[in-house]
């Protein structure tokens, strides 16, 4: 039987806590975006940590990319 492998989503609010938060952002915004965005859009995660770093809240930052790159986040599994 493989190992189980529990994998953590990324949250906004964890991101300053991470150990690298570069690959932190970059994990947040491929679950918030999708892997073809980030692909397309390489700047996207930097714009979340300088969001980050700027203190804003999770929905500026959203509305920060969306100004910037006319890209929303996916659709959550629990918003459908």
């Known amino acids: 039987m493989p190992d189980l492998i529990l ?5 906004y609010n964890d991101i300053a806590q991470a150990n690298d938060i570069h690959e932190a952002c970059r994990l947040y915004a491929v679950e918030v975006y999708g892997q073809e965005v980030i692909n397309a859009f390489p700047p996207i995660p930097s714009m979340v940590l300088d969001c980050i770093l700027a203190g804003c809240p999770e929905a500026q930052t959203h509305l920060e990319v969306y100004i910037d790159y006319r890209v929303k986040p ?3 599994a629990n918003d459908q």
Do not use: A, F, N, Y
């Open 74 to 76: 996916l659709p959550r």
């Open 7 to 11: 994998i953590k989503r990324m949250k």
